[in-house]
């Protein structure tokens, strides 16, 4: 039976009954039809395509151009799922006219249902801007990968008293300001625990424990799809890379071995076409 399509209040109805919400990151056609055929909750066409699609170091050197384009491959493959596109970076930071027309092209060129942007109460004018423009938007916080030159790198953050305070009342402004739902980071789960317990909008975590409303993962890193480095937070359901490196490795050496392709691989001629084939080479001099 096909599902209804995921909406926000389709996500807040779930919150509400205590019925966790899924997320994974997707980036392609052929991904997003089989988490569509799961039914995830929310589809996240993230920037970490620049790492895990893109062979980047970070995040940064994504562009509004190649995120609208992935956005628009996954939206076809999921047609009913949640769908977010996260803006990039310097995409939404340079003025509120930039992130609207940015965001913009995320609802109109690729049926986005939704943007995602890093920041807490620095980012809580252009939350509150992009929400009067019709565009809801899910807030990240914690760790956010945009901002890895001020954090010194990928790491987890609100591990202490005065740290967490203000991934708290980063959360307040954000709903404050007008996010329909806030995605956690890389943060201890008594932190997360507080800031679900306060908030009336879901908030998702990825590595942030099991105090969310519902649950974030990398589908690269899900799939065992990514190998450069995997977080603590990551949980591998499938090892994709030993999968797929032992069948090219079987294709190599039967290519080698003369093992492939064999005769079930081919188009055979018709009968007797062989024998005028032939005759045709033979007449026009090509024999």
């Given at each position: 039976?096909?599902?209804?399509?995921?909406?926000i209040p389709t996500l807040v109805e779930k919150m509400q009954k205590k019925q966790p919400i899924t997320m994974l990151t997707c980036y392609d056609y052929p991904t997003a039809l089989l988490e569509e055929r799961a039914g995830i909750d929310i589809i996240l066409v993230g920037d970490s395509l620049g790492m895990t699609v893109l062979g980047y170091d970070s995040t940064l050197p994504v562009t509004m151009d190649v995120m609208v384009v992935h956005a628009q491959a996954v939206r076809r493959g999921a047609p009913t799922a949640f769908l977010i596109g996260d803006m990039p970076y310097m995409s939404y930071q340079v003025s509120i006219p930039e992130a609207i027309r940015n965001a913009g092209r995320f609802m109109a060129e690729a049926?986005?249902?939704a943007v995602k942007l890093e920041g807490g109460r620095n980012v809580a004018d252009v939350v509150a801007a992009l929400t009067k423009a019709t565009i809801p938007v899910m807030g990240h916080i914690g760790l956010t990968p945009q901002s890895i030159a001020q954090?010194?790198?990928?790491?987890?953050?609100?591990?202490?008293?005065e740290t967490a305070v203000h991934v708290i009342e980063d959360a307040k402004n954000l709903e404050e300001a007008g996010a329909f739902a806030i995605l956690l980071e890389a943060i201890p789960p008594e932190v997360?625990?507080?800031?679900?317990?306060?908030?009336?909008?879901?908030?998702?975590?990825i590595g942030a424990g099991p105090h969310t409303h519902g649950q974030l993962l990398i589908v690269h890193d899900l799939l065992g799809f990514f190998d450069r480095f995997t977080p603590k937070f990551v949980k591998k359901y499938a090892d994709l890379n030993s999968?797929?490196?032992?069948?090219?490795?079987a294709y190599k050496d039967d290519v080698v071995g003369g093992r492939f392709p064999e005769p079930q691989h081919n188009y055979a001629l018709k009968a007797g076409e062989l024998a005028k084939l032939g005759q045709l080479l033979k007449d026009k001099g090509l024999s």
């Open positions: 039976m096909e599902r209804s399509k995921v909406t049926a986005c249902d954090l010194g790198g990928f790491r987890a953050q609100g591990r202490d008293a997360a625990k507080v800031v679900a317990e306060r908030a009336s909008i879901p908030i998702i975590g999968a797929i490196t032992q069948a090219f490795t």
